[in-house]
């Protein structure tokens, strides 16, 4: 028996790694086949403090590991497949390996939502691609898109004009939700073109993408637009699949927790907490998370300090 299971290995879940394992709770931290979480496919993260030339997401994820590994973290490389949340021993499977503990951090984050176009799937790492880091090197000198008008969808697109020649960005509304900075640089890339107040309604191409079929949803005028490559940023869902029907989840899956000041990681279920992206539809940054992360390690601590 443990006394600590940290599920998910962000910014969130390393930071309560941190904190746990510098408590003597010796955490064993499930990380995943992903572990990193959404950072691990971002680009330069210029706006964590302490970093004033900017960092990428995996040196920063890496940090953080080595971090909590120094201070006796344990680490398993492995998703988790099943929980029982309720009661004093909480149980956690891998495969058919049962892990307890006295305490569960979920930080299983979000992931990328994807557009449900037709031949979407199909072409998926095939020209479709949800991560801009990862993929953007194969289409150096092409023309692609970027679908979506949040801060990512800026990020990326600025991020993609290092290799392609041309970058439309496509968003479904005139009026761009990415912070004004974001769209300022866009603005002033030449490289950029953006196609608003328009949808994508499908993928062209039979082995890989030749274009996208496009809606413009003020005049309903539609367009066959030639390009390679489509990069689809239309924000994230929370990965809470697991907790379904034992964890209190809000209507677009986030996990509810307290507004308790003394502990607002704890979720409907004693000594079960949750941080980061997972319970924030909100901020949703590295920053917020890691702190939700210490929280959630703290409120964790004085849970355990009750129970002994
Ligand atoms: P957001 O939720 O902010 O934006 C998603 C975008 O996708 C919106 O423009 C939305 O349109 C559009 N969209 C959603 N669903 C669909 C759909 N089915 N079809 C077409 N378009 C769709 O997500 P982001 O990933 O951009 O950002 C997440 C958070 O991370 C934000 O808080 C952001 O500020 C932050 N961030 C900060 C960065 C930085 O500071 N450097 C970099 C990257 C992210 P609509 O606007 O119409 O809803």
Not at 87 to 96: A, I, L, R, S, Y
């Amino acid at each position: 028996m443990r006394k600590i299971i940290v599920i998910g290995a962000g910014p969130a879940g390393l930071t309560a790694a941190i904190y746990a394992a510098r408590g003597n709770l010796s955490p064993l931290v499930i990380e995943g086949y992903q572990p990193g979480g959404q950072l691990m496919i971002t680009t330069e993260i210029e706006n964590y403090p302490g970093f004033k030339e900017g960092i990428t997401g995996p040196d920063l994820m890496a940090q953080f590991r080595a971090q909590a590994e120094r201070f006796g973290a344990e680490f398993l490389t492995a998703d988790v497949n099943k929980v029982e949340l309720a009661g004093d021993t909480k149980k956690v499977w891998v495969g058919d390996d049962l892990y307890e503990a006295q305490a569960i951090i979920i930080s299983t984050g979000a992931s990328a939502n994807l557009l449900g176009v037709p031949n979407e799937s199909r072409l998926m790492g095939r020209g479709v691609s949800a991560c801009a880091t990862c993929d953007g090197f194969f289409f150096r000198g092409k023309t692609i898109c970027v679908v979506g008008g949040g801060d990512t969808a800026m990020e990326e697109a600025n991020f993609l004009t290092r290799f392609a020649n041309k970058v439309y960005i496509i968003h479904r509304r005139q009026g761009l939700r990415a912070s004004k900075i974001m769209v300022d640089r866009v603005r002033q890339n030449p490289k950029i073109e953006l196609i608003l107040d328009t949808v994508v309604v499908d993928i062209l191409g039979t082995e890989l993408v030749e274009g996208v079929k496009l809606k413009n949803v003020q005049t309903n005028e539609m367009q066959d637009l030639p390009l390679e490559g489509v990069f689809v940023s239309i924000g994230h869902t929370p990965n809470t699949k697991l907790f379904v029907g034992q964890l209190d989840i809000d209507d677009k899956g986030y996990i509810l927790t307290k507004t308790d000041k003394s502990q607002v990681t704890a979720t409907n279920i004693a000594g079960v907490f949750a941080c980061g992206d997972v319970q924030d539809s909100h901020y949703r940054q590295a920053i917020t998370a890691s702190g939700s992360g210490c929280a959630a390690a703290l409120d964790a601590q004085h849970y355990l300090e009750k129970m002994a």
